[in-house]
């Protein structure tokens, strides 16, 4: 995950009970601007899974969840990841939108 002071702060907020890892995301994607998904709650069409070879979703920590035109959707824990998203552009030839995801 990024750090930011947000970050490190959410990150100590859910470890001591505080709040839970959903809410957290939840405070995160408004603060970013971006959309925020809970990775439990999402059916995922075999197909759209079939696009990502596991490996790499394995190692990224990110998950294919939509696909609109030629823009693949990604449930991602570090939207900022930059060099990621630029490298699984070039890997699956087309567009890439993180949307920011909890790591588990």
Known sequence: MWY???SVLGAILVRRGIINE??????????????????AELTV???LLAKMPPTVATRYLLMPIAMSDDTLHVAIADPFDVQTLDELRLLLKCQIKPVLAGAR
């Open 22 to 39: 959903p809410q957290l995301m939840e405070v995160l994607a408004e603060q970013l601007g971006m959309p925020c998904v809970h990775l």
């Open 4 to 6: 930011t002071f947000s």
């Open 45 to 47: 069409a075999p197909a």
